[in-house]
């Protein structure tokens, strides 16, 4: 009996270890992704943003809002990052498939997803995808900008 006890338990033992862990977006990574988009902002002249970064369960987990940025702009850097964590494509990217055919796909009618730029997904260097972040306060393009510039400061981490 206390044989088999013990072959049950290393064998639970052997299969807790064959699990992969899967990696997590940290505060640490999400605070330096922020820091390289206001920094990207700020050398630029454009107007003050707000980043929202969200974990890949649609959590928020970090937010700043620049001095004197556009307060409706935090809802909208907000659905941005929420938006890109929940799907692995850039914001503009579904807006660019929901208008790809004569009639729309009607993904703009879904609450709580936006179709615009400025949100991205982030994504390990093995395609695992770990949130997205959002900006707004700028334009599209330049919150985009500002979103890539967060994600390259962080490209040897997501490696």
């Known amino acids: 009996m206390k044989y088999l006890i ?7 033992m052997h299969s807790a270890a064959a699990l992969e862990s899967k990696p997590v977006l940290s505060l640490a ?3 330096k992704m922020a820091d390289a ?24 987990k970090l937010f700043r809002r620049q001095d004197n940025a556009f307060m409706h ?16 494509r850039s914001t ?10 004569e009639h729309p796909y009607g993904i703009e009618q879904v609450p ?6 400025g949100g991205l997904p982030i994504l390990t260097g ?4 770990i949130g997205g972040i959002g900006v707004s306060g700028a334009t599209g ?14 490209a040897e981490e997501l490696r």
């Open 6 to 12: 013990v072959v049950v338990l290393l064998g639970l």
């Open 141 to 154: 393009d330049q919150d985009e900008q500002c979103a890539q510039a967060a994600l390259d400061a962080v």
């Open 73 to 88: 702009s935090i809802q909208i850097a907000q659905l941005k990052a929420r938006t890109s964590a929940g799907m692995p």
């Open 112 to 117: 709580g997803l936006v179709i615009f730029p």
């Open 37 to 60: 988009c206001e920094k990207k902002a700020d050398a630029e002249g454009w107007r003050k943003v707000n980043i929202a970064i969200y974990d890949e369960g649609g959590n928020l």
């Open 126 to 129: 093995s395609g695992i995808q």
């Open 29 to 31: 990574l999400a605070k």
């Open 92 to 101: 503009r990217q579904l807006g660019a498939i929901n208008y790809s055919k």
